[in-house]
């Protein structure tokens, strides 16, 4: 019997991978994280979740400073003092979410989170992708954009989130080789794309 198992999601912006996450989450009764390790990464740091939601899913060389410091009581002029690589915040991130992977099963959204737990045996690594014109139409609904500004969101997201994966992981974002199945939600919907990761999870795990 496994004890433990891991289900980590990438996706499209507009692909509905948060409502299918949560949705799979909810069949298999563990739970998901998302901006959840954000909040996670600050308490184990010790430094403002808002240095996190600054770094969130960004790739470079570059330092930040300004923000940083620690969450304890330092006058704001001194967190100009501190600096932080990418690198290094995304190594705590990492850490948490190794952290939480060994507290109980769960689903990671994100995060290069299939990277971070390569090595955990019952892991299984999702993408979930949509139509453009479906993932169109999503973020017109859920951002109450104009076409042209729900077009130009999808390009920088995906620049974004392709940017973050394939530099921390070196591999390629939403290509099919670096993951275990890689699905279009414009196919079969938001249900039941959850209930078909569902039922592949349990055939590649022998459930």
């Not at 409502?19 to 990464?41: C, G, H, M, T």
């Not at 600050?42 to 470079?60: C, T, W, Y």
């Not at 600096?83 to 705590?92: C, M, R």
Request: charged residues 30%; contains cysteine; glycine residues 6%.
């Amino acid at each position: 019997m496994i004890e433990k198992f891991y289900i980590c999601i990438g996706r499209q912006i507009g692909s509905g991978g948060k409502k299918i996450s949560e949705n799979l989450a909810q069949k298999l009764s563990v739970p998901l994280y998302d901006k959840e390790l954000i909040l996670l990464a600050s308490k184990k740091s010790g430094l403002r979740k808002e240095i996190f939601e600054q770094f969130d899913e960004k790739a470079s060389h570059s330092l930040i400073g300004g923000l940083l410091g620690m969450s304890s009581p330092i006058p704001d002029e001194i967190y100009s003092q501190f600096y932080l690589t990418n690198e290094s915040l995304f190594v705590i991130e990492s850490q948490v979410i190794r952290e939480m992977a060994e507290k109980n099963s769960c689903i990671f959204l994100g995060r290069c989170a299939d990277y971070v737990l390569k090595d955990y045996p019952y892991c299984l690594n999702v993408f979930i992708c949509a139509n453009y014109e479906d993932r169109v139409r999503n973020i017109m609904e859920i951002y109450h954009y104009d076409e042209k500004k729900a077009k130009d969101f999808i390009k920088k997201m995906d620049k974004k989130r392709a940017d973050y994966y394939n530099y921390f992981t070196n591999k390629h974002w939403g290509v099919a080789d670096s993951y275990h199945l890689c699905i279009n939600s414009s196919i079969l919907g938001i249900d039941e794309t959850a209930d078909f990761i569902h039922l592949f999870f349990k055939k590649r795990f022998g459930f």
